[in-house]
């Protein structure tokens, strides 16, 4: 996951913010648990100086004894930690048998309950204690005596930590399941945008002109913006191309007039306007079709399947030729399609296949195919073919081989340019029908 | 022949009418899409130039509804819109041919020709009966070689009979084909014509079918 993302700023902040509540609620349950055993040890201490109380007595010297001493074995057991002591660290003291000969020193009160104090000390091992304290008034005695129970904390610590231990690692595993779930969570919910980008894939591949597919209504109105947008250039586009078409009727019908009143007048000034009518009318043709393909070329999702514009165009130009009987073999698989306008194709199909019909004698062939990722269509006629050198000629803008076969001259030129500004290349070659081959290298549209 | 040209360019429909006329051909002439209609769907025409940008009425629909009609003259598309789709739309509208503006006029007629030609199912510009050689590029007619001295007229009315030789042409036909739509029209001309284009051919090549009209036959084809 790249650290410049949505889906990185979303795991992050969603990271950030449990990792936060994690720990502060593991600090949480472990302070409330540390609580709760101290208490109970307290509890347990409070009963048991209650029970040593319940068994003490005085003797006949007025110093206490112990009468009914306490159930719990680790009394018994020297150094157990678990000690009493009745009296304080007087040498008249009554102490349990686990403390030997040790006196209990309690340190200063740390908390005080219902007349219960509660103190550290240190046992005789240097263990760690906590010790309750009461003062009991014991029959015929004026002072009261100071009872004292100790208990050792290590059982206490140890199960703090276990405990922690605990809630560390239940925490720690919730933590990586939570952005665990997070990352999963952020992947499903940014899903419509991976869609449109494949949407917007699709379009700049030329399969789609817009972006489809129900979207999410957050993004929606994205998409539907990204709509509009493609929508607005299409009509630019088209508007673009109806002016430069009204531009080219408009100018066409003047330069007939001209030249053919010329034609019809002859002198020098006639050859001249028709020197210069014919000028104009190829640099009108030439310029028309570089802004008609210039605003065409670099369109997003410009897509056109082969197929139908062979086909129709074959039909066209058969009708034509017909008193020829041209026959033309399309051979063009169904799915292929030109990465560009629909127009463009048309222009580079149909002026070869005119110039085929013009020079061949009866068969023509026009096959397409996809070769490395590129499409390439071939048109051959029967015709006479031509010379390599003269296959270079032709290619120069306007040349013309035959001035008494009707045209412009600019049909292989305007199929050149048109081809280059694709990215594509046109080539002359030997046919194997034996006339001349013209083969076409452009763009694919994959899919 | 008469052709019908539909332009609303005043000066181009001027100039095509004056070239084709000077060609041997009768021409009508419309300037809107709606005037074109009416006179291609009404009379007789042996070919139309039909311009695409028309105002009232589009050129390509003028042609769909001529072709919905069943009239089915041979049609040359003129039209400055030079873009395949343009052209592939105006074929599959039933046109036979089309010229793209600016054109040279010479190609207009000899597209005009080859239509023509090609609607009387002829191979080439010259057309034989006989002795009869007649030249449609060159609007001339020879026997044995020798050249025929005729006026436009006398042309137009032995073309037209060379163009559908073998089969007997009405009167009406022939008036309809060989005067424009203008012309004050008498039957009792063509009677005339036919004597004297039989007097500069000094062969028997047209033929009378009694109350029927005529017919152009070869010597040696006749029955």
Request: charged residues 25%; proline residues 4%.
């Amino acid at each position: 996951m790249r650290t410049n993302s949505l889906a990185f700023r979303l795991v992050a902040g969603a990271a950030v913010w449990s990792l936060a509540a994690l720990v502060i609620g593991g600090i949480i349950l472990s302070m409330f648990f540390r609580d709760h055993v101290e208490r109970s040890l307290d509890d347990r201490l409070t009963l048991l100086i209650d029970g040593l109380a319940a068994g003490s007595d005085t003797n006949a010297q007025g110093r206490p004894i112990l009468i009914r001493p306490l159930a719990e074995s680790q009394f018994d057991t020297p150094y157990s930690g678990w000690y009493w002591q009745i009296g304080g660290p007087g040498p008249e003291a009554l102490r349990s048998r686990s403390l030997w000969d040790m006196v209990l020193r309690a340190g200063p009160a740390v908390k005080t309950v219902d007349g219960l104090t509660l103190h550290h000390a240190k046992g005789p091992e240097g263990q760690a204690l906590r010790v309750a304290r009461r003062q009991i008034l014991l029959p015929d005695r004026d002072q009261p005596l100071g009872f004292e129970v100790a208990a050792d904390l290590a059982d206490n610590r140890r199960a703090i930590a276990r405990f922690d231990q605990v809630v560390a690692w239940a925490l720690g595993v919730m933590g990586v399941g939570l952005v665990v779930a997070m990352v999963i969570q952020v992947r499903f919910g940014l899903l419509p945008l991976r869609r449109i980008r494949r949407a917007l894939v699709r379009i700049r591949d030329g399969k789609a002109r817009r972006l489809e597919g129900d979207f999410p209504r957050e993004i929606a109105p994205l998409a539907g913006e990204i709509n509009t947008l493609l929508d607005h250039n299409a009509e630019v586009v088209t508007r673009a191309r109806t002016h430069v078409g009204n531009l080219a009727h408009a100018l066409k019908t003047p330069l007939s007039v001209l030249g053919n009143e010329a034609a019809e007048a002859g002198g020098p000034l006639a050859d001249q306007v028709a020197r210069q009518t014919a000028l104009m009318r190829r640099q009108v043709d030439h310029h028309l079709m570089r802004a008609r393909a210039a605003a065409t070329a670099d369109v997003l999702g410009a897509r056109a399947e082969v197929a139908p514009v062979a086909a129709d165009l074959a039909r066209a130009i058969q009708r034509l030729h017909r008193d020829k009987g041209i026959e033309i073999a399309v051979d063009c698989p169904a799915d292929l399609a030109f990465r560009g306008e629909a127009q463009d194709l048309e222009e580079m199909i149909g002026n070869l296949l005119e110039n085929a019909a013009k020079w061949g004698r009866h068969d023509i062939r026009l096959s397409a195919a996809r070769r490395d990722d590129r499409l390439e269509i071939a048109i051959e006629d029967d015709g006479p073919g031509l010379a390599p050198d003269a296959m270079q000629r032709v290619m120069a803008r306007g040349e013309r081989l035959d001035e008494t076969v009707a045209g412009s001259g600019l049909g292989l030129a305007i199929v050149r340019d048109l081809a280059e500004l694709y990215g594509g290349e046109i080539r002359l070659d030997v046919a194997h029908l034996g006339g001349l081959a013209a083969k076409l290298r452009l763009p694919l549209a994959l899919g | 022949m008469r052709l019908l040209v539909v332009e609303d360019d005043p000066d181009l429909a001027r100039q095509l009418s004056e070239a084709l006329v000077e060609a041997g051909y009768v021409v009508d002439t419309a300037h809107d899409g709606e005037e074109g209609h009416f006179l291609g769907d009404t009379e007789p025409y042996d070919a139309v130039i039909l311009d695409l940008g028309l105002p009232t009425l589009d050129g390509l629909s003028v042609l769909e509804r001529w072709r919905e009609a069943g009239r089915d003259m041979p049609v040359l598309v003129l039209t400055a819109r030079d873009r395949w789709r343009e052209k592939v739309a105006g074929i599959d509208a039933g046109a036979d041919d089309y010229v793209t503006k600016p054109f040279h006029m010479e190609e207009v007629l000899a597209r005009i020709r080859a239509l023509v030609r090609r609607a009387a199912g002829l191979a080439s510009n010259e057309v034989a009966c006989g002795p009869l050689l007649i030249d449609t590029k060159g609007a001339r007619a020879s026997v044995h070689g020798r050249s025929l001295p005729l006026t436009a007229l006398e042309y137009r009315l032995l073309a037209y009979l060379a163009h559908h030789q073998g089969r007997v042409v009405s009167r009406t036909e022939l008036i309809e084909h060989l005067y424009d739509q203008n012309f004050d029209r008498d039957s009792n001309t063509i009677e005339v014509f036919v004597g004297r284009l039989r007097k500069k051919l000094g062969v028997e090549l047209i033929h009378t079918a009694r109350g029927l009209g005529y017919s152009l036959v070869a010597p040696g084809d006749a029955d």
